[in-house]
T-cell receptor, first 109, second 115 residues
Framework: GIQVEQSPPDLILQEGANSTLRCNFS?????LQWFHQNPWGQLINLFY???GTKQNGRLSATTVATERYSLLYISSSQTTDSGVYFCAVINSGTYKYIFGTGTRLKVLA | SQTIHQWPATLVQPVGSPLSLECTVEGTSNPNLYWYRQAAGRGLQLLFY??????ISSEVPQNLSASRPQDRQFILSSKKLLLSDSGFYLCAWSSPIVGGVTEAFFGQGTRLTVV
């Protein structure tokens, strides 16, 4: 099946810093989403981005499906950005969202 | 608007006891439904998904089963819980479209501890 790898696995930032999270996938995909899992376990939808670039406030994402990767940019990070960030993809021809390995982000005040 | 309900939020069950977790979706018809499990500090593993009433696909052979008795209801069950069944269980839905599905949305999750 499709493999979804995220990097880095862990990231510690000072408040105000910028960061880039990466999601690599091993096969063609129809859909790609980015989620933020907060400390209570809730999965928050950030972006639905099968291709192209989107921005929402301090966050933006880019997916280059032909090269099989997606990037999530966090600018001017805040302590509330802490948590685990997941990408999830749907392999072409299936209906299943397969999650990446996650990036655990900690933003220090 | 669409909403997804999942309950209970937390559950402590003894080894060998049965399990029933319920998930319902409101505001949409014929959704694709999913059950995921997350072990402590780990990623999300797809357990089951369903594209229609009575249609269940199992991803990982294990001590659990799923059923979809109604269009917007998805149930995760076990006859006898094992310690290894402990984890955070999440239900999700997405809408089928031509050639695939739309964005997925998740419930609040159930934290299950088997003792």
């Amino acid at each position: 099946g499709i493999q979804v790898e995220q990097s880095p696995p862990d990231l510690i930032l000072q408040e105000g810093a910028n960061s880039t999270l990466r999601c690599n996938f091993s096969d063609s995909v129809n859909n790609l989403q980015w989620f933020h899992q907060n400390p209570w376990g809730q999965l928050i939808n950030l972006f639905y981005i099968p291709s192209g670039t989107k921005q929402n406030g301090r966050l933006s994402a880019t997916t280059v499906a032909t090269e099989r990767y997606s990037l999530l940019y966090i600018s001017s990070s805040q302590t509330t950005d802490s948590g685990v960030y997941f990408c999830a993809v749907i392999n072409s021809g299936t209906y299943k969202y397969i999650f990446g390995t996650g990036t655990r982000l900690k933003v220090l005040a | 608007s669409q909403t997804i309900h999942q309950w209970p939020a937390t559950l402590v069950q003894p080894v060998g006891s049965p399990l029933s977790l319920e998930c319902t979706v409101e505001g949409t018809s014929n959704p694709n439904l999913y059950w995921y499990r997350q072990a402590a500090g780990r990623g999300l593993q797809l357990l089951f998904y369903s594209v229609g009433i009575g249609q269940i696909s199992s991803e990982v052979p294990q001590n659990l089963s799923a059923s979809r008795p109604q269009d917007r209801q998805f149930i995760l069950s076990s006859k006898k819980l094992l310690l290894s069944d402990s984890g955070f269980y999440l239900c999700a839905w997405s809408s089928p479209i031509v050639g695939g599905v739309t964005e997925a949305f998740f419930g609040q999750g159930t934290r299950l501890t088997v003792v």
